[in-house]
């Protein structure tokens, strides 16, 4: 029985805990889900449906017991660049259709399981998107903080604009941004923390309210809130082709920030949850905010990181979150059209600087010269091109730098055996084949396409004066050749040949030599100098210099 009521008491402590974090979670999310919203460049109220929806269809489809899945500034930033969505008469369409899509690449990357891909993508892309998105957050901002509309074919125009115009400011609407931000930041110290922002945010707009209209803009200037929660909406089908590349970029961002939390945030029993379920999660989640009328949405770190903190347990956490919100909008909606817009913007201003790095910047600009270019692309891009085509270009950045290191760091050494030493000498291969000696060469590194250049031209020389020498080429632990490393290799032995030498290669696996089959060049080199890997280590080099010294006595 003692058991029992400690079980009992157990788990209605988590109940309460996840009870009381879900709360926390929930007001804060909506002035916060309002914001994300109008950072998007839509109506405020999808950036509050995204959230109700994302969080708790994130809940129960996420591998991660305690992930939130909400709008995140970088996503928003995305959106905020997709013209379909910010206007017109398929913008409600172009919303909905973007969230289905980001959805289902989402869900396709975890069926695939793909989450290992995101260790392909380096630091200083990562890096210089994160921060570009940052500075794009703050200066989206300043219209709405300052009260003056910049004028400007993108957001750097636009801000130069708003500065070269102090003069034209509304400083009861600069005040209030203004002091929203030292609300929060007063209010974060004290025991309200993350509930804080609330209490600034709710402040600040009573007591513009209080001021009667001096010409600051509340959020039902911008779109009335329904008290009453949306109906689904199908996507469009012929909005696909234009919204497919913008999809694909938000699944990407919401996938690299969700990875982040998978990998840094473990389940309450200490497990990390599985990346590639994490994706799915979000794919589902997105799948609901989309038909629900919401932004795409992805794992957030700042509402995971809220929700831990506050002692969630389990995934009811979450799910209470999402309650708190509905309520909010069906009996609350009048006293939420009322928040002040520079009291929306202070906030996200805020989002903006906490997301800077400069910790990061520091690291990757010490690291080289290379990863700090890097970075410096991806920044400016992220800054004057619309970020759907920078997040694409940072992926593809990322990929090359991938190829080009791994093509540099490969290396062709010569091993030479000494009659009283059981263990080869290492050193670098000779300029020139030397004629009538047995040559051993061994790879290091990956053996594909852009590397073929590369080991070519670390082999040693054909002369004439290489005739009778053989050179055995040891290839143990190299599954994946590829057409053009072969081609390499079919021209190095036919020089070879040419000269009245002979190449021999050893430790082949069963899948290059099955390469070698269909491509013919096992025809070309022979049959019997291809010798297979074998368990023993160093025993199919040791045929391979056998059959060479054949060769050299038969060429004697």
Known sequence: MTRGRTAGSSRRS?????????????????????????????????????????????????????????GTGAMAVIIADVPQVRGGPDAGAALVTLGVLTGLVMLAAGLLRLGAVVRFVPNAVLTGFINAVAINIILAQLSDFTGYEGE?????????????????????????????????????RTRLRGLGMVVAVVGMSALVAALGDRGVAIVNDVATIPGTLPRPVLPSLELISVLLVPAVALAFVGMVQGAAISQSVPNPDGTYPDVSGDFRGQGVANLASGVMQGVPVGGSMSATAMVVEAGARSRFANIIASL?????????????????????????????????QPDRVHMVWRTGHTQAAVMSVTFVLTLVIPLQYAVLAGVAMSVVL??????????????????????????????????????????????????????????????????????????????????????????????????????????????????????????????????PAEASVGKSLHTAISRAHELRESAG
């Open 152 to 188: 400007g074919a993108n957001r750097i125009a636009r801000t130069v604009d708003i500065v070269r115009n102090l003069g034209s400011f509304h400083w009861l609407t600069l005040a209030t941004g203004v002091g929203t931000v030292v609300l929060i930041l007063v209010l974060e």
């Open 324 to 356: 708190v919100m509905a309520v909010v909008i069906l009996l609350f909606a009048d006293l939420a059209g009322m928040i002040a817009m520079p009291a929306l913007a202070g906030l996200l201003m805020l989002v903006g600087f906490r997301t800077l």
């Open 402 to 531: 991938y190829v080009a290191r791994q093509s540099n760091k490969v290396t062709v050494t010569r091993w030479t055996f000494r009659e009283d030493s059981p263990y080869p000498e290492e050193g670098p291969p000779p300029a020139e084949v030397p004629g009538g000696e047995v040559v051993v060469l061994a790879a290091y590194g990956s053996l594909f396409f852009a590397s073929a250049q590369v080991v070519e031209a670390q082999l040693p020389r054909v002369v004439e004066s290489s005739r009778g020498a053989v050179v055995v080429l040891r290839l143990r632990g190299k599954e994946d050749l590829g057409s053009t490393f072969i081609q390499a290799v079919v021209r190095y032995h036919d020089a070879l040949e040419a000269t009245g030498c002979h190449l021999v290669l050893a430790g082949v696996g069963d899948r290059v030599m099955h390469q070698l089959e269909r491509t013919g060049a096992l025809e070309t080199l022979g049959t019997f100098n291809v010798i």
């Open 14 to 70: 988590n109940m309460g805990k996840d009870a009381s974090a879900g709360a926390v979670l929930g007001l804060v999310s909506v002035p916060d889900g309002l914001a994300s919203g109008l950072l998007a460049g839509v109506n405020p109220i999808a950036g509050l449906y995204g959230y109700l929806f994302g969080t708790i269809a994130g809940a129960m489809a996420t591998s991660s017991v305690v992930m939130s899945v909400q």
